[in-house]
């Protein structure tokens, strides 16, 4: 899936360079006046003059126009979402960023300044984003200039095959964008950035900003230390920023939000043997069919054995009887949907899928419409005992667990620590273990309701102090 790199902290001073377009659509008392300016050259990017049907809604007769419209929007629902007194002023531009056939660049975005030490900072000597600051103060500490800086990826609708395979950008409002890529949902992202959603630590190299924290960072809890990020000393942000799965999100209205937009863990639910029975956390796949409740997959464990090479990790077809068992396979040698395709066709009715790497869940990625049983993937830790256990008569069930939500620790909503550091994703996104799908996870999905500003964003956006609108 195309990922949607974001770093924000573009610590540089930009002249405004384009006429400010104002909102089309009213906006309700208080509300922020989020305005966008156009920093694309004539005949490019948001000036693109190329002639299109109207979409989805979106009334433009050129992509430039349609681009526009979906920014103009896109800035009426933050707007109408966040209170605050100064314009919010959002230059935007298309540039080539970076792309394959497999992966890529949608955009990015970050904040032009930063402030700390204003009228109406709660915290001293912390960094605040511009947007934010000015909302605190409720004036802009910084008049005449832009607040957040955002990038997205000209190359995309040049349906170049190498670059995500020919996908384009779509630009209706109606959530209906098939196999292209939602504009829509990507600069709500982009712009949530800009306005907050993001740290200015270096996760690679566990320094600060100008060594200050930011209010980002303050609610950025390593629960494996015991402690938030601001407080950290710079050798355990280091160990944090790769801590997958125990930095969370510590503030009060995620936490209290989290049961009403979260769903139940996808779990592997070991009945026998007693000695590890319990709820084991499992990632899905992006294939086949989901997980159920109430009873799930059931049946016994069994370690595959495809006769060839590693015997676990099922890229040949398997050798030994699965017929209405649960396939535990090891990661590896081939793609997860050869593996799962594998174990189907030798009676599997489930797939476990065993990580090769100590931290975190595989991600079980692929695509194909063959594929008729579930299949998750597990930690090696969890996956060895498992796999061990199966030598006997172990029963275990694929089940959406109720008794947790997804994408939690301890109560606490994940924050995406993957290891290695991912540059520009990590520690500013949710975990890409959060089910449903969030707007700020670090990767675009196609199931984002498109023209919302829902889920677990504003509740951030209150923690870090701004006042949300009813």
């Known amino acids: 899936m195309s990922s949607m790199n974001s770093k924000s902290a573009v610590l540089r001073r930009l002249a405004v360079v384009a006429a400010f377009l104002t909102l089309l659509a009213s906006s309700p008392l208080g509300a922020a006046n989020i305005v966008l300016v156009n920093l694309d050259p004539p005949g490019f990017g948001l000036n693109d003059p190329t002639p299109v ?15 526009v419209n979906v920014y103009n929007l896109a800035a009426q629902l933050w707007g109408a979402t966040l209170d605050s007194n100064a314009t919010v002023f959002v230059g935007a531009t298309f540039q080539p960023l970076a792309c394959t056939s497999t992966g890529g660049t949608l955009g990015a975005a970050g904040a032009t300044f930063i402030f700390r030490d204003f009228p109406g900072a709660a915290f001293p000597l912390t960094w605040y984003h511009s947007a934010l600051a000015d909302a605190l103060a409720g004036f802009d500490l910084n008049p005449g200039q832009i607040d957040i800086i955002s990038f997205f990826n000209s190359d995309i609708d040049d349906n170049d095959p190498n670059c995500l395979t020919g996908r384009t950008w779509y ?83 995620v936490t209290a939000e989290a049961p009403f937009v979260l769903g139940p863990r996808p779990s592997v639910k070991v009945l026998n043997p007693k000695s590890i029975a319990g709820s084991y956390e499992a990632q899905t796949a992006s294939y086949g069919p989901p997980l159920q409740g109430g009873g799930g997959t059931t049946g016994k464990m069994v370690v595959v054995n495809d006769g060839v090479g590693a015997p676990a990790d099922g890229c040949e077809p398997i050798q030994n009887n699965l017929n209405g068992k649960i396939a535990l396979i090891d990661r590896g040698t081939c793609a997860f949907v050869v593996k799962t395709l594998n174990a189907q066709a030798a009676g599997a009715k489930g797939v476990i899928v065993v990580n090769n790497v100590a931290a975190g869940l595989p991600s079980m990625g692929g695509a194909t419409p063959d594929a008729t049983i579930p299949s998750v993937g597990v930690s090696l830790a969890d996956g060895t005992a498992m796999k061990n256990a199966a030598q006997g008569n172990s029963v275990s069930k694929l089940i959406l667990d109720d008794e947790f939500l997804a994408g939690t620790n301890q109560g606490f909503v994940r924050l995406y620590a993957p290891n290695p550091v991912a540059p520009g994703s990590s520690g500013s996104h949710w975990d890409t273990s959060a089910s449903p799908n969030l707007l700020m996870e670090p990767f675009i999905s196609s199931d984002l309701e498109s023209a919302t500003t829902r889920d677990l964003t504003p509740a951030l956006f209150a923690d870090i102090g701004w006042i949300l609108l009813p």
Do not use: C
């Open 171 to 253: 630009y209706g409002y109606d959530n209906n964008e098939g196999t292209d890529i939602d504009f829509l949902s990507v600069v709500l992202h982009e712009i949530a950035h800009g306005l907050g959603f993001s740290n200015f630590a270096n996760e690679a190299t566990g320094t600060l900003a100008g060594g200050l924290p930011d209010i980002y960072t303050k609610f950025s809890l390593d629960l494996t230390l015991g402690k938030t990020w601001d407080v950290m000393t710079v050798a355990e942000r280091q160990f944090s920023a790769v801590n997958s799965g125990n930095v969370v999100w510590n503030g009060s209205a």
């Open 53 to 67: 049907a109207p979409v989805g809604g979106n009334p433009g007769t050129t992509i430039g126009a349609q681009r």
